[in-house]
Structure formats: structure tokens, C-alpha cells
């Protein structure tokens, strides 16, 4: 499926309705309680909802799990499943474990040291303190695998304003880059 359908043009088909934020993000995790001491233990995340129940509402199918919430200073939520068989989600075979990550907030580059300091002194692996010009990083996995990054948007608003009004143009390169990439390769 592609990301639009090009049969329709956007006038046609209307705007979406407005997404505000995020509510919550969820993925598997191998035990409820390993993942509960490393978000709010380490991260401090409060554990604000858990639902337990024995059927999926959305499909009906017969699936006992324990879904875990954790609230951010935003109002939003991680969100974890722990289907109550100790399996960890498996990477997937096709991609590198660094793509599929979820970046995180936080209030000043000195808060990203200090996560890397209290992170490293749980014994916790970190990469960096990575500089993307807009944004300062530092990396680790949870107990389930799962990459995260902390970050702090340093960017100026006139180079968040620039990269805005070029992405179009960069994403249209970056496809007929990737075109002739296959192209070469006979794909």
C-alpha cells in the first residue's frame, strides 16, 4: 500500500482530522515487572494504567495479557504488552537494530548527561552523546531490546525553518537517488 494514493488529489480527498499528540506507543515486552523497574525505576516514568485481560477488544481473539502504561511529563504514554510467555518482540531480520528506535524529550542538554550518567551507573550500555545539528542524543536498549534515544532539540527555530522548506525537495532527491540506485543493480 502506499503512503497516498495518488488517484485522489489532496483537495479531493479532504484533510484529515487534526492528530494533537501522541497518547501512547506500544510494544511487546518479555516481563511485566523487568520492564516496569527499568521505566520507572531508572526512567522515572510512573506506572499510571494497567489493563489485564483475557480477550482482545479489537479482534475478540483469546489472548490473556497485561497491558502496561507509563505516563510522560506530557501526558502521553509508553505502553507495553506482556502476553505471559517470556518472549521479547524479535528484531526484525531485514533491518538494522539502530532504525526502528523511539526518541524521547528531554528539558536541556544537561539533563541528556546526566541520563547518560544515571543509565551507565544501572550497568545500562550508552551510545553517545550524538550531535545531529537540530538535536543532542545519547542511546540504549530497554530489557526487551528495544532501542531508545534521549534527546534535546537544539536546533535554532530559523534552521528548523529551513530544513522545513527544503524536505520536499531533499525527499524528491532521495527518490530518484534510490531509483537509480535500483536501476544500476537491475532491480
Not at 9 to 19: D, K, L, N, S
Not at 137 to 165: C, H, V, W
Amino acid at each position: 500500500m502506499n503512503a497516498r494514493d495518488d488517484s485522489l488529489p489532496i483537495e479531493a480527498a479532504g484533510r484529515f482530522v487534526p492528530i494533537h499528540g501522541l497518547h501512547h506507543w506500544a510494544w511487546r515486552c518479555r516481563d511485566a515487572e523487568e520492564t516496569r523497574h527499568f521505566y520507572e525505576d531508572i526512567l522515572g516514568l510512573p506506572l499510571a494504567h494497567l489493563i489485564r485481560a483475557e480477550n482482545v477488544p479489537s479482534t475478540g481473539e483469546y489472548c490473556p495479557y497485561v497491558h502496561l502504561f507509563f505516563r510522560m511529563t506530557d501526558g502521553s504514554y509508553i505502553a507495553f504488552f506482556d502476553l505471559g510467555d517470556d518472549i521479547a518482540a524479535e528484531p526484525s531480520p531485514n533491518t538494522p537494530r539502530w532504525v526502528n528506535h523511539m526518541a524521547l524529550n528531554v528539558g536541556s542538554m544537561a539533563e541528556v548527561v546526566e541520563a547518560k550518567r544515571r543509565l551507565e551507573a544501572h550497568g545500562i550500555e550508552v551510545l553517545g552523546v550524538t550531535d545531529h545539528h537540530f538535536v543532542q542524543s545519547i542511546y540504549f536498549f530497554d530489557p526487551n531490546g528495544f532501542r531508545l534515544e534521549l534527546t534535546y532539540q537544539n536546533g535554532s527555530s530559523e534552521y528548523m525553518a529551513a530544513k522545513a522548506a527544503t524536505a520536499h525537495e531533499e525527499l524528491a532527491a532521495w527518490v530518484v537517488e534510490k531509483a537509480a540506485r535500483r536501476a544500476a543493480r537491475g532491480g
